[in-house]
T-cell receptor, first 114, second 111 residues
Framework: QKEVEQNSGPLSVPEGAIASLNCTYS??????FFWYRQYSGKSPELIMF??SNGDKEDGRFTAQLNKASQYVSLLIRDSQPSDSATYLC??????????????WGLGTSLAVNP | GAGVSQSPRYKVAKRGQDVALRCDPI?????LFWYQQALGQGPEFLTY????????KSGLPSDRFFAERPEGSVSTLKIQRTQQEDSAVYLC?????????FGPGTRLTVL
């Protein structure tokens, strides 16, 4: 089992729909969870971070964390073609000996169709 | 404000050449990470600095890879005797609290 798993996609949604991106992780001690967006040929850029169980909303984006299920998700409401990108989930792994080290998923490719 | 910068943006090397990749972090950011990202993959951790101290180098794939940050600011990733499998994008990130901010990356192609 990979330490951070994401469905590679591609996930295809129509413009205006809700896109749901999922991520599971293996280390029960993980405390910090990040979603990054990466456009083709560009570097990752931070969308949101979440530390506590529950939902965290920022504009059209909502991160959801369930530590008991070791699951973090990102919802994108009113999806726009400009949201088409790869979404990377990153999780800290304190049991790996370095609390600041992030383990990254392979990313989910999202395509928003006009 | 200035973000993380990296140079060169693109580097083509012949197999066996040595290369040096530079990262200028955001001013005041204590922690700095280097990652390797292959096409279609997520970033893979290489090494981590806190100020000038290299606290974790467990991700460096071989002893041909070496990183330094002598004054706790600019960092250099050096790859000796490059091989074709070293071809990738090398990303640098500096951190504020737990959040990592990435530079544009250096795309290394080894022929």
């Amino acid at each position: 089992q990979k330490e951070v798993e994401q469905n590679s996609g591609p996930l295809s949604v129509p413009e205006g729909a809700i896109a749901s991106l999922n991520c599971t992780y293996s280390d029960r001690g993980s405390q910090s969870f990040f979603w990054y967006r990466q456009y083709s040929g560009k570097s990752p850029e931070l969308i949101m971070f979440i530390y506590s169980n529950g939902d965290k909303e920022d504009g059209r984006f909502t991160a959801q964390l369930n530590k008991a299920s070791q699951y973090v998700s990102l919802l994108i409401r009113d999806s726009q073609p400009s949201d088409s990108a790869t979404y990377l989930c990153a999780v800290n792994m304190p049991n790996a000996g370095n609390n600041r080290k992030l383990i990254w998923g392979l990313g989910t490719s999202l395509a928003v169709n006009p | 404000g200035a973000g993380v910068s990296q140079s060169p943006r693109y580097k083509v090397a012949k197999r066996g050449q040595d290369v040096a990749l530079r990262c200028d972090p955001i001013s005041g950011h204590v922690s700095l990470f280097w990652y390797q990202q292959a096409l279609g993959q997520g970033p893979e951790f290489l090494t981590y600095f806190q100020n000038e101290a290299q606290l974790d180098k467990s991700g460096l794939p071989s002893d041909r890879f070496f990183a330094e940050r002598p004054e706790g600011s600019v960092s250099t990733l050096k790859i000796q005797r490059t091989q074709q499998e070293d071809s990738a994008v090398y990303l640098c990130a500096s951190t504020l609290a737990d959040t990592q901010y990435f530079g544009p990356g250096t795309r290394l192609t080894v022929l």
